[in-house]
């Protein structure tokens, strides 16, 4: 049996940490950027995961409450 060896498709910069194709040579998301640009870019990414995160949050509030109306319907 053959195995496939492993394939990677991208490479962790060092710099950001983010993922970049393994085909560039540098990462696409900071060569080009300073050090406080990179930085900068780095809290945006954070901030929109957060944003995400209250989303999620909102949505569970609103199914609690969609559930306790239920509850408080059929009691
Ligand atoms: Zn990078």
Redesign the pocket.
Known sequence: MLVPPPISFSNK?K??G?RYPAKATE?V??SNLTDSETEEMLLHKKSAHKNTANIGKLFFYIALLILIGTVLISA
């Open positions: 910069c710099r950001c983010l990462c998301h900071c």
